[in-house]
T-cell receptor
Framework: QKEVEQNSGPLSVPEGAIASLNCTYS??????FFWYRQYSGKSPELIMF????GDKEDGRFTAQLNKASQYVSLLIRDSQPSDSATYLC???????????FGQGTRLTINP | GAVVSQHPSWVICKSGTSVKIECRSL??????MFWYRQFPKQSLMLMAT?????????EQGVEKDKFLINHASLTLSTLTVTSAHPEDSSFYIC????????FGSGTRLTVV
């Protein structure tokens, strides 16, 4: 079982709709959870991180964490074509600063 | 957020030669930097952890004699790919915790 799992997609969402990206992790000791966006040929850019159970909102983005079920999700409201990218979920384990990445979900927003 | 500068952004080299990639922290003193590798259509895989003033820590399966890491100062870490081969062609990215786990811009290495 992979440590961090994401549906590789592609996920296709119409413009203006909500895009929902999911990620599950295997290590219950995981403490910090990150969502990155990566455009083709570019380095990942941090969208947001979450530590506590529940929701965290930042503009059009909402991260949701459920440690009991070991999943973290990212919602993108009012999706724009510029949101088309690969979204990477990453997890850090207690006592370690390094991140373990999921395989990424390719998201396409259709105008 | 923290700014991490990585150079070069792309490099093409001949098989058997060595390539050095630099990662600089522009506004933060980093005692630790992470080096990742990303093959096409795959996710990031951690290669090694660079520690200022001490030896790097390599992940399982990564050849430490092939991928030389030097963290000479609190603002500079370098990765040297020695005797590069076509299978080393990849996207190499450095990362600097804990300031938002910012990534450098990445280096596209092509070995021909």
């Amino acid at each position: 079982q992979k440590e961090v799992e994401q549906n590789s997609g592609p996920l296709s969402v119409p413009e203006g709709a909500i895009a929902s990206l999911n990620c599950t992790y295997s290590d219950r000791g995981s403490q910090s959870f990150f969502w990155y966006r990566q455009y083709s040929g570019k380095s990942p850019e941090l969208i947001m991180f979450i530590y506590s159970n529940g929701d965290k909102e930042d503009g059009r983005f909402t991260a949701q964490l459920n440690k009991a079920s070991q999943y973290v999700s990212l919602l993108i409201r009012d999706s724009q074509p510029s949101d088309s990218a690969t979204y990477l979920c990453a997890v850090s384990i207690q006592g370690a600063q390094k991140l373990v990445f999921g395989q990424g979900t390719r998201l396409t927003i259709n105008p | 957020g923290a700014v991490v500068s990585q150079h070069p952004s792309w490099v093409i080299c001949k098989s058997g030669t060595s390539v050095k990639i630099e990662c600089r922290s522009l506004d933060f003193q980093a005692t630790t930097m992470f080096w990742y590798r990303q093959f096409p259509k795959q996710s990031l895989m951690l290669m090694a952890t660079s520690n200022e003033g001490s030896k790097a820590t390599y992940e399982q399966g990564v050849e430490k004699d092939k991928f030389l890491i030097n963290h000479a100062s609190l603002t500079l870490s370098t990765l040297t790919v020695t005797s590069a081969h076509p299978e080393d062609s990849s996207f190499y990215i450095c990362s600097m915790p804990p300031r938002g786990y910012t990534f450098g811009s990445g280096t596209r290495l092509t070995v021909v």
